[in-house]
């Protein structure tokens, strides 16, 4: 299967990093298409209705939403890599609660 990855992006956005960042990490190719968050894409808008926000990553034609979602998804789609989180539950849950006080303090 080909592989066409597309990130919806924005250099200054935490959220748009955490993608990058794990993609990284992954030794993921992909294209970053830079959004004018001042004048949003039809592609942007189309990729993701409800938000109509960056990051969204576009995976051989289909639209994944929201950062932690999109980390997500790519530990499970590339699962024959290296996964993001660590085996241990215990650091797993560490790992996952400093991603959502992340989430927390950015946006509040
Ligand atoms: N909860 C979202 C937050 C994404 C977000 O806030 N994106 C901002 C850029 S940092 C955005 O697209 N802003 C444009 C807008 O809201 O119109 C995520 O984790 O992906």
């Known amino acids: 299967m080909a592989n066409e990855v597309v990130l919806l992006d924005f250099k200054a ?4 990093a955490r993608v990058r960042i ?5 030794g993921i190719e ?3 298409k830079v959004e004018d968050l001042s004048n949003k894409s039809s592609t942007l808008l189309t990729m993701n209705p409800v938000h109509q926000q960056i990051p969204v990553l576009i995976h051989n034609g289909r639209p994944i ?3 932690m979602v999109i980390v997500q998804y790519i530990d499970e789609a590339w699962s024959h890599k290296p996964s993001l989180l660590p085996s241990d539950p215990y650091r797993r849950a560490h790992a996952r609660f400093w991603a959502d006080y992340i989430d927390k303090k950015v946006s509040s």
């Open 13 to 16: 956005s935490p959220f748009a």
């Open 30 to 32: 992909y294209k970053s």
């Open 22 to 26: 794990a993609l990284e990490e992954k």
């Open 65 to 67: 939403c929201e950062s």
